[in-house]
């Protein structure tokens, strides 16, 4: 039996209950939303979950009005809410009437924008949490290289880290995403076909970290520029990619200006291009792109109130990710290699942006200084150090 593992959002969650009317944890399916929310719920003696998955407490809520006012005193959790969004209207009109906090905690696997009824009728009534799978920052430390690899290569969704081999773990991930194409997708309303989708999803994969070109990815596709990008929607909206903006500035640079893309999970990541073991990863042409997307996913939840952007320039100047908050701007490259080197373009960049610290997040041993007042760190040294400050 697996032990809990403490979340990130656990503290976040208990203000947010403590100052709004709704609050709403949103990330990808299973990545632990529900056990966290249960977890959560066992210090509350009034509190009521529904899985609204499940037909039996589905039922409850037949009349949802009569039931939100016979429990009109207890927080009600509601899973899975993107299979009964009508329920938003309703509770909307609940909290306005109620005129306190704590009402309700909804939980599900659409982001705000695509759930357009939440954040349409419960505007300012409403604080959103995003949870992610595991982060390295929330596992056990102390356990070194090991526990790293263990989850760059098998990602953080709690089954497939916990998974007793890595042929269990990889098992599990093919079944994740095809459950994700032919039953998650479709009940959000989506009628893309799922072979579809699964071919555009293995075409993002081998473009991971690398510009989007919808033009180019459409005709591949035999589709417009336009549906392409409706895919990359679809896709990001449902927690499985990430776009990566662009860096803006009035700079007499010429800028890229197209998004980067990455699939936000690495464990999925591998399972798309077929990567099993660590071995085949360490001799795969993904390996390098890998370790800057599984980087910056644990990088970027410490940078949640942090402006994010990647900087490069048509001459080939390039930062990975650039970080920005009031003047400050921190520029974090990631080298998937035990001896990084300082490029000419990285140089150039530091010096086009003039950042405030530069950090290159790499598998090594220890940090160290490599001049130009850039710091090499290991991942969970950065993460410790830097901690989104």
């Not at 016979?70 to 938003?88: H, K, S």
């Not at 595991?134 to 263990?150: A, R």
């Not at 998937?336 to 610290?357: C, H, K, N, W, Y």
Request: glycine letters at 6%; aromatic letters at 8%; one cysteine or more.
């Amino acid at each position: 039996m697996h032990r809990y593992v403490e979340r990130s959002i656990r503290a976040g969650l208990q203000a947010s209950v403590r100052q709004n009317p709704v609050t709403a944890i949103l990330g990808p399916r299973q990545c632990g939303k529900s056990t966290l929310a249960r977890e959560f719920l066992k210090f509350r003696t009034r509190s009521i979950y529904l899985d609204l998955e499940r037909p039996s407490d589905l039922a409850r809520l037949r009349d949802p009005e009569a039931f939100f006012e016979a429990n009109g005193d207890v927080l009600i959790c509601l899973d899975e809410i993107q299979r009964t969004p009508e329920i938003l209207s309703v509770i909307r009109s609940v909290v306005d009437e109620r005129a306190t906090n704590g009402c309700f905690l909804i939980l599900g696997s659409a982001s705000p924008a695509l759930l357009r009824q939440s954040s349409e009728s419960l505007a300012g009534r409403i604080r959103y949490l995003e949870l992610t799978p595991f982060l390295l920052s929330e596992l056990e430390p102390g356990h070194g290289p090991p526990l790293l690899k263990n989850l760059w290569l098998k990602g953080g969704f709690p089954r497939s880290w916990l998974a007793a081999t890595e042929e269990e773990s990889y098992e599990w991930r093919q079944d994740f995403i095809r459950t994700f194409l032919t039953r998650d997708i479709p009940q959000l309303g989506s009628r893309v076909p799922a072979a579809q989708l699964e071919r555009f999803w293995q075409m993002c994969a081998h473009v991971h970290g690398q510009i989007f070109n919808s033009a180019k990815l459409g005709e591949s596709l035999g589709v417009s520029h336009h549906t392409a990008r409706s895919y990359l929607d679809l896709l990001e909206q449902t927690y499985m990619v990430r776009i990566l903006p662009p860096f803006s500035a009035n700079m007499k640079k010429r800028l890229i200006k197209s998004p980067k893309i990455f699939i936000r999970d690495s464990g999925l990541l591998h399972t798309l291009h077929g990567i099993r073991t660590f071995n085949d990863l360490l001799g795969h042409p993904v390996y390098g792109s890998s370790w800057e997307g599984f980087a910056m996913e644990n990088i970027l939840p410490l940078a949640a109130d942090w402006k994010t952007s990647f900087y490069r320039t048509s001459s080939g100047n390039e930062i990975d990710l650039v970080l920005e908050k009031g003047r400050r701007r921190v520029a974090v490259e990631c080298k998937a290699s035990s001896a990084p080197e300082l490029t000419r373009g990285f140089r150039q960049a530091l010096l086009d942006l003039e950042v405030s610290e530069a950090w290159i997040v790499a598998p090594v041993r220890e940090s160290y200084p490599a001049g130009n007042g850039v710091t090499v760190a290991p991942l969970p040294r950065f993460l410790e150090r830097w901690g989104g400050k």
